[in-house]
């Protein structure tokens, strides 16, 4: 028998052992859905699940254990901005409803006072905010309405869809923007302007009208004129 030694596999190449691939964390479920649903924020309830996932995602990938712990750190932010702009419009749809609704009003009040000047006063009434109901009178109202139809004539229609501005204020009777917008008369054209406040935690109401620079609360209550003395015989 043939004794082979050390030397005599000394020039023949070596095998090295066969390479085993690193075994792959499995991926994140929640992370990976945390992720998408911030992105579809927008849509209001999936920003609130981006939140909800992302944190369960962050827990499932502590210590290495799955993978995605940056789709679910990522989500976070993501699914704040997202859902605050879903907040938003959907405010701007809401203000812009409730601001339509308050000049249909608003439009219907002076054009009922020439018939029914009660019945004027109670509709602007309805669409304006308990600080404006409280600080004008009916006198007040009905003057700056008579004011109004002496100057440019009965109201035909507001131009809402060319609006001159909106600019956002701030202040003690809640304010949250003022429009300027073209309103049609008899006469001709004049420029309404309305503030609109909160009235109450989501309704929008008229808090001070003008036209032409002219507004209810600036018109000087009426006082009663003095009674003359009898003369005597």
């Known amino acids: 028998m043939t004794q082979f030694g050390r ?12 390479y085993a691939p690193p075994v792959l964390k499995p991926w994140s ?3 990976i859905a945390a992720f998408v649903l911030s992105l579809a924020g927008c849509l209001g309830i999936t920003a609130i699940l981006g939140l909800i996932f992302g944190v369960v995602g962050i827990v499932k990938t ?4 799955r993978r ?26 809401l203000f812009i409803g409730r601001v339509a609704t308050q000049l249909e009003g608003l439009q219907a009040a002076i054009v009922t006072h ?18 404006f109901n409280a600080a004008v009178s009916d006198t007040q109202l009905t003057t700056w309405i008579e004011q109004i139809h002496a100057k440019h004539g009965t109201m035909t229609g507001l131009n ?19 429009l300027s917008i073209p309103a049609r008369f008899v006469n001709g054209t004049a ?15 008229i808090d001070d ?11 000087e209550e009426r006082s009663p004129q003095p009674l003359k003395p009898a003369a005597q015989p």
């Not at 502590?62 to 254990?65: A, E, L, N, S, V």
């Not at 020439?114 to 308990?130: G, I, S, Y």
């Open 7 to 18: 030397a005599d596999f000394e020039g023949y190449p070596q095998q090295e052992a066969p």
């Open 114 to 131: 020439p018939q029914n000047a009660a019945q004027a006063v109670a509709m602007l009434r309805a669409v304006c905010t308990d600080d």
């Open 160 to 178: 809402i869809e060319e609006t001159k501005s909106m600019r956002p204020v701030g202040g003690k009777r809640r304010r949250i923007a003022v």
């Open 209 to 219: 009208i003008a036209i032409d620079a002219s507004s209810p609360r600036s018109i």
């Open 29 to 31: 479920a929640a992370a």
């Open 191 to 205: 420029t309404l302007e309305a503030s609109f406040a909160f009235s109450g935690l989501t309704q929008v109401q």
């Open 68 to 93: 995605g712990r940056g789709f679910a750190i990522a989500a976070l932010p993501i699914a704040l901005v997202t859902g605050a702009l879903s907040v938003m419009v959907a405010f701007s749809f």
């Open 62 to 65: 502590q210590r290495g254990k």
